[in-house]
């Protein structure tokens, strides 16, 4: 049978590692198309790991396509003779399949706006002013925090919603959250201890391990993320997101908020990276107050996207330092040009100042209100409300949803995969996979089709009772 | 007198490294507004080094306004009490004054693009169009290497203007080279020697050096970069620009190419990182091919950016990976998102397979060469033609001026500053200057207002002449 070593892994999760054997194994050719890999609970025994290790990897390896399965059968290696590595085709003769995306009856999973939601008229409209007005302008390079005007008025915006009160210079805007924390790990250096969020959102891992700095995994518990643990993991930076953690949609309150602060505060090298990616979108109650606006000490980093209150495939996302951070900036690293368009930076900077980002949030904050409750609707008048809980549901685009089912996550994903469903269990979160969190799946609702949802409901529940 | 440690400063210029403390000495307060510094000659003594290093670091304060200068009275630091570590306004009062760039009469240091070259109304009605036709796939996350139809579109640029014969799956679309070439060092390693030009662009050894990775500076001869020394150095990778040198114009010979691919070919871990930037606009004789066209090995990655031949203020580069490390970084690092908008590829995508890009290139060449040969002829009927000698004006956007003047490069360059002319001399893009390239200007036209240039080389005389 298969056997791979797990020494010497370091802070890989478990699956992750297998996972990547196998897939080596795939792309140079030694476990080659068609070959059955060895079931799940006897792989687990002879790798002398848990069955949900095995289960992962495989589920990871299923999502990419490297291996596909058979009732019944068991899994098996996908064929990939046309794949970069075949012998090069000679001149122009050779075109390849395009990687063409799975499409999905409903999405559990993408947070993706759809387009009927995204602002197209007035977009078009405020580019077309842009390029009639800002010629000049246009083609010159910006400072390397971004458009002065359009850190103005996210400025304003941050003040308004947030009530956060920050200069124009202490903003940088760049091509995505996953762009920022690059820069930040070059800002704050290399050297570093950095802590995230176990479970958390697994691009925060990727991208700290791809710039091979040191990591630790808090766990969290119902508060956020525990204190006593961050303390002793010797961090410098924690990155969290206080105002609706994903995937578990925590809030933290305001005392351990507070103790967070009074952590950073005991070293100078301390940091607290804010990532506030979705709270616009508080459906219910109050908004949470940024961790950033209770921060006399400037120890707090403010990230945040348009992602979710504009569309993600624009790519505009900001950060905002403390006024020494961004002095250090300023003088270390401002040869880096602003990674956005001035095009989109500009037509950004009027839709904020003429009112539409706030009309677009307020439409989608009651278009997801109407999503959520549609869905949650749904689930009550469908026999599959008899074997689920739901929590977290107050904050915007997904909630939690516990199910009673003998089947692991990984058949379950599976089967829903086969009728059109995408889905993703909670566990997959987790750094290390713990037992008593199966059977939790995160319910994203933001990029549904109403209309699917219903019957998307009757297949999930096909799903249990087959 | 000021005095500053030149102990343990690593690889870092000499002229950087007193740039540094000084600057950081004005940032905490140690020096204050309207202080005097030490005479160049004297503080070159004090410190033993050369004052040119001097020169160099203050010329460097100068343009960034740390400090300022008097003429016949020397060099003094500028008034920061407004700067971000102000004690913080409370509210809405505070605007603090924008960073305003200075307007120079004639920028020979700027590569800009001038709004009257950029094809405005092409470009709006791509974006027009694209956003009409293009509304699922414009909200849809694209792979990580970029929207495949660009690619594609990338591909066949590269086939029918380079000669090169690469898959779309090779190519990776980024938001500027500079962002590549930090993907570059999460693909190859933190652990890998970064070879670089001696002198070079310095923005690609800030971003090795950001990166915390260790840098080889290689001398140059009339060829490009010298095999012995890239031997000698212990380089894994090295970065260089073999079709047209910046700052120098040399263009690197077959045979000295096909050194490099066997310095590359001797061990598993080397690679050439070939930086493309400008190979669209050689102005005379045939183009060059690129040494990826040549690279039967796979050991050459491409990087060329829209930044020369649409505007750098859109922030669209590309990289062509060879097949093993196009793979490599699939399965790695496929995780990151493309960071440059949909909106932006799919109208760029438009651009190119419509046959604009290939006319707004012709056009810009002619453009160039009108351009080039304007300031060429201003200069050959100013008496300053007396006092220059021109060299590699073959190639676009630049050319090189040696003059003969007994004024230091700072000197000159301050003097122009005053009379609204923007130079920058070729020594500093030396990582330690030597005493053998003084005099010589990088002249680059691209940004150069036609009418001004006459009176630009009137005021340039003057300088030598006062």
């Not at 506030?276 to 606006?293: C, M, N, V, W």
Request: charged letters at 25%; aromatic letters at 12%; glycine letters at 6%.
């Amino acid at each position: 049978m298969l056997t791979y070593s797990f020494h010497d892994i370091g802070n890989t999760p478990l699956y992750e590692h297998l996972y990547k054997c196998i897939k080596n194994d795939i792309v140079n050719g030694t476990l080659t198309a068609g070959m059955k890999l060895p079931s799940k609970r006897s792989f687990a025994a002879n790798l002398g790991v848990s069955a949900i290790t095995v289960e992962n990897a495989y589920a990871q390896l299923l999502s990419e396509g490297y291996i596909y399965s058979l009732p019944k059968k068991g899994y098996y290696v996908s064929d990939f003779s046309r794949s970069l590595l075949a012998p090069p085709a000679s001149g122009e003769a050779d075109t390849p399949p395009k990687e063409k995306p799975p499409v999905y009856y409903a999405d559990f999973s993408s947070n993706q706006t759809r387009p009927e939601n995204f602002p197209f008229s007035v977009w078009a409209k405020l580019m077309r002013e842009t390029m009639q007005d800002k010629n000049s302008e246009l083609m010159t390079k910006p400072p390397c925090g971004g458009i002065y005007e359009l850190r103005e008025a996210i400025a304003g915006h941050l003040r308004q919603f947030r009530d956060m009160h920050v200069r124009p210079e202490q903003i940088f805007i760049g091509a995505g959250t996953e762009y920022l924390y690059g820069l930040l790990v070059q800002l704050l250096g290399f050297d570093k201890v950095y802590a995230i969020e176990n479970p958390g959102y697994e691009k925060i891992d990727q991208i700290y391990e791809s710039y091979q700095v040191s990591r630790r995994f808090i766990d969290m518990d119902a508060q956020g993320i525990r204190i006593d643990r961050l303390e002793e993991s010797g961090a410098d930076v924690v990155h969290i997101s206080p105002s609706h953690h994903f995937p578990t949609g925590i809030i933290t309150p305001v005392s351990r908020r507070y103790e967070l602060l009074g952590w950073a505060a005991r070293s100078d090298s301390r940091y607290i990276v804010e990532d506030d990616y979705d709270s616009e979108f508080r459906l219910t109650g109050k908004p949470i107050p940024a961790l950033q606006s209770i921060d006399l000490l400037e120890k707090v980093i403010y990230i945040n996207t348009f992602s979710k209150s504009l569309t993600s495939t624009m790519r505009i996302s900001y950060m905002v330092l403390p006024r020494r951070l961004a002095e250090e900036f300023q003088s270390r690293m401002s040869f880096y040009s602003c990674t956005v368009s001035n095009f989109e930076q500009y037509a950004l900077m009027r839709f904020i100042r003429e009112g539409y980002l706030e009309k677009h949030i307020n439409r989608m904050r009651n278009y997801y209100h109407r999503q959520r409750d549609t869905l949650l609707h749904a689930i009550k008048k469908s026999p599959l409300s008899s074997f689920v809980m739901i929590t977290e549901e107050d904050s915007g685009l997904h909630f939690l949803m516990k199910i009673d089912t003998g089947l692991s996550d990984t058949e379950l994903t599976e089967r829903a995969r086969k009728k059109g469903l995408r889905l993703t269990a909670l566990s997959r979160y987790y750094h290390r996979p713990s037992g008593n969190v199966e059977h939790i799946f995160i319910m994203n609702y933001s990029s549904l089709e109403t209309e699917h949802i219903p019957e998307a409901i009757r297949r999930l529940y096909q799903c249990l009772a087959e």
